[in-house]
C-alpha cells in the first residue's frame, strides 16, 4: 500500500523481503512481524515520502519504522 502511494506521487521505491511470504506459507495478518520486508527510496525524495507517509490514512501504522535521512 505505501509503495502504491509513494508511485502515485512519482516516488521511486523498492522493496526488500515482498515475496518472503509466499515461502513461509500461513504467515499473513498479524503474523508479518515474524517476516521483515524493507521499503527503499532515494534520499532526495525522502522528506516528501516521509510527509506522504505521515499523511496517509493509515489505521495502524506501529509496525512501520521510518528510518533517520542518510546523509550524503
Known sequence: MLRSLLFS???????EGEHVNNIYGGISGTMTTVVTIKLYILCADYDKAVE???????????????????EA
Open 9 to 15: 506521487e512519482g516516488i521511486p521505491s523498492y522493496v
Open 52 to 70: 506522504i507517509i505521515n499523511d496517509a490514512q493509515i489505521a495502524d501504522l506501529s509496525g512501520i519504522t521510518i528510518h533517520p535521512k542518510a
